[in-house]
């Protein structure tokens, strides 16, 4: 029993310290892109006016550790639509794309998830917008740049130093992710594991889009985890990178300090992000 416990372990640390230096790199390109964009990015959505979906879901696929949350503070100040921000949720890559690149997964294959989640942004978000909710209205003119400073967007003192603390944060979930998958999968068998999630095509993303709500970057390192160990299918894997928005609902909530208006915003994450992976999981 000590030795398994010991070879787990090991499997473990060995597997995690392979990825710091990809993740590493990864946030730092990351970090640069956000302190470089991003007040110009929400800028752009704002000018946007009905098509703030659609530019909203393009500028958060780009990849920006704190764009959702920057974003979830000017909806909140009613700057941008409901559509808009539920398209940045749905298209921001969070953690996934450090996770994905560390792990040398196919570029092609990386591309064709953050086009999916754009694409399917940019539909819920304008199903938002000109279906359920038409009468929900943005401002017109407010001052990004001092909305974002309000809200401190870039408030980290170098890129250096932010890129390497995000790294051994994530570093310190996926150790703990791959200890607790390696358990599992020890005591319960592999097989018993998949068989209970991946067959599963609804209640699989179901799941995966539940787990993707929790507001902390330990959603889409646990979902995007699974998927690599082949214990969730494609269609879970999308419903949770969907769904999973960071920390987000968070900002809105404290920015608004409306548990209703915050309530709607992540049942209607929860909703899109299942039903988008229940219809991929389809055809996958």
Known sequence: MIDLILDVCLDAVIDTAKLLPFLYLTYLAMEYLEHKITVKSLTAIQRAGNFGPLIGGALGAVPQCGFSAAASGLYAGKII???TLIAIYLSTSDEMLPIMIS???PIGFILSILGLKLLVGVIWGFLIDRVFFRNEK??????IHGMCE???CNCDK???TSALKHTLSIAGFILLVSLILGFTLEFMGEDTLVGLILNNKILGPLSASLIGLIPNCAASVVITELYLEGAIGFGSLMAGLLSGAGVGWLVFLRASKDIKKTAKVILILFITGALSGIVIGLFK
């Open 103 to 105: 792990n040398k997964a």
């Open 138 to 143: 943005a401002h017109e003119h407010i001052n």
């Open 150 to 152: 309000k809200e401190h």
């Open 81 to 83: 639509s409901l559509g």
């Open 158 to 160: 170098g890129i250096w």
